[in-house]
């Protein structure tokens, strides 16, 4: 099964699909209301309902996920079935009725490993839960497999033809694993017998699934081997219980690994399972402004960038200091060079973007600029505010057209010391011109002598001669 993505971002998993537009979204593009959670998000384009695709695409490959599943077999649950069987091993009376029943129990067991596993939960199930509910009767249904797998091998020896025999024999090592996961899923045991429903979970896993029984093979093989490198010189009441512990250890890997398979392959069988991990749920404000950059993006993307302007006005009504909404706003206007629409927005946009994020400030008067030459916003503290980002960036004519005049254009303006002292300082080192920056300082000397600021500026000043007996 090939994965699907994300229709606007080819790196993101997609885990919805509309039908009707018909386009495939992934988690960027549909934040979900953590404080609303039985809500399904909408279509962003035609408000349709979506189809869930669950965690299919975004799912980690089992192969990448080996070690996990021999660390899931070490959590409480697992060690439990394991002391459980070892002491079985030891001192369980050789009843036959004790031994179905723990069978019985150690296949329910396993199987709602290989079911919490298919839902991807981190947490094994406990033994306790093997106790009780319903399920009992998978024992004697996988037993029917088993027997059913038995007979047909039997039949096969009787044809007295060593490859008739192991031509069977290796296909029912091969289907094995996806019968007991059609069980384990299905707890029917028409459907662990069925050709056809068997065949879904290796059509649906493909080549892959050769490395799944790959996997369960050695796996299979390990209790064994370790028991038969131990078997010389350890007595067999040691042995035992060895045995038994480390084949209920490997048997919960094994179907930790076929419940994880189902969980990757969700899509292809047919199920539909989320990941738990609610990544892109947020709390309803989050999720807000979320939502309006993820559709105004996809509107853009669409190349309608009315209703991505329309996405986002309406947005800002709601949060109007948003500053990422405002940006995103910003350069749709500018980028739509929407004259009127953008120079209006700014008037807000500029004071809010020059408290919180300068560098963003000044890119806006940038822009400003561009639209219309002469913008000059019409509040001392911004103009300074702008003038100290852009002499930061080094656009050092921009930023000092915004402080010329400032103290004409202000008068009340209490901090005209301070934004000429920038202004000096911009015309001394960003642009080399000592005179101006001379006389700036000047008339800070003469305009305002109890200023705190005369130290600076007579450092300043100090700089400015010694840069100017170089240069002459
Ligand atoms: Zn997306
Ligand atoms: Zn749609």
């Not at 006005?313 to 749709?332: P, W």
């Not at 940038?366 to 509040?379: K, T």
Request: with cysteine; aromatic share 10%; proline share 6%.
């Amino acid at each position: 099964m090939d994965k699907t993505h994300c229709h606007y971002h080819p790196a993101q998993p997609a885990t919805w699909h509309c039908p009707a537009c018909p386009r495939d979204y992934g988690d960027c593009c549909l934040p979900q209301n953590a404080d609303a959670t039985d809500y399904d998000p909408r279509c962003p384009l035609c408000r349709g309902a979506l189809t869930f695709l669950g965690a299919a695409n975004s799912a980690q490959p089992f192969w990448e996920r080996i070690s996990t599943f021999f660390l899931y077999a070490l959590q409480s649950g697992p060690l439990a079935f394991a002391g459980l069987l070892t002491l079985a091993s030891l001192f369980m009376p050789n009843s036959k009725i004790l031994w179905i029943v723990l069978l019985s129990v150690a296949t329910k067991y396993l199987h709602s490993v290989i079911e919490a596993s298919s839902q991807a939960l981190q947490e094994a199930p406990s033994l306790q839960s093997a106790f009780v509910g319903e399920g009992f009767g998978l024992f004697f249904k996988q037993l029917a497999v088993f027997l059913l797998a038995g007979a047909a091998l039997w039949l096969a020896a009787d044809f007295d033809s060593e490859a008739l025999f192991w031509g069977v024999n290796l296909l029912i090592m091969l289907v094995m694993p996806a019968s007991i996961i059609r069980l384990a899923l299905d707890k029917e045991l028409g459907a662990a017998l069925s050709p056809e429903l068997v065949g879904q979970v290796i059509k649906a896993m493909g080549w892959r699934y050769l490395i799944l029984w790959v996997f369960l093979f050695i796996l299979w093989q390990s209790p064994n081997y370790v028991t038969f490198m131990l078997s010389h010189g350890l007595p067999r009441v040691v042995l035992m219980p060895v045995a038994a512990g480390l084949f209920a250890y490997f048997a919960v890997v094994m179907c930790a690994m076929m419940g994880y398979a189902v969980f990757q392959y969700q899509g292809a069988l047919g199920y539909v399972i989320a990941d738990e991990s609610r990544q892109n749920h947020f709390p309803t404000a989050e999720y807000a402004r979320r939502k309006a950059l993820a559709e105004a993006e996809i509107r853009l993307k669409e190349g309608q960038s009315e209703q991505a302007l329309e996405i986002l006005a309406t947005a800002l009504e709601r949060s109007a200091d948003d500053l990422k909404l405002n940006e995103r706003f910003h350069q749709l206007l500018f980028g739509l060079q929407a004259r009127e629409r953008c120079l209006r927005h700014l008037a807000h946009y500029l004071p809010l973007a020059a408290r919180q994020t300068p560098a963003l400030a000044a890119t806006a008067l940038l822009n400003a600029r561009q639209l219309q030459s002469d913008y000059l916003p019409d509040d001392a503290l911004l103009c300074e505010q702008l003038a100290g980002a852009l002499l930061a960036r080094h656009k050092t004519r921009e930023g000092l057209s915004l402080l010329r005049n400032l103290h004409q254009r202000f008068p009340d303006y209490p901090h005209i010391p301070r934004a000429y002292l920038l202004a000096a300082r911009g015309f001394a080192e960003g642009l080399g011109q000592l005179e101006p920056a001379r006389q700036l300082l000047g008339f800070i000397r003469q305009r305002y002598p109890a200023s705190p600021l005369l130290g600076e500026v007579a450092s300043l000043e100090a700089i400015i001669t010694k840069l100017a007996a170089v240069s002459s």
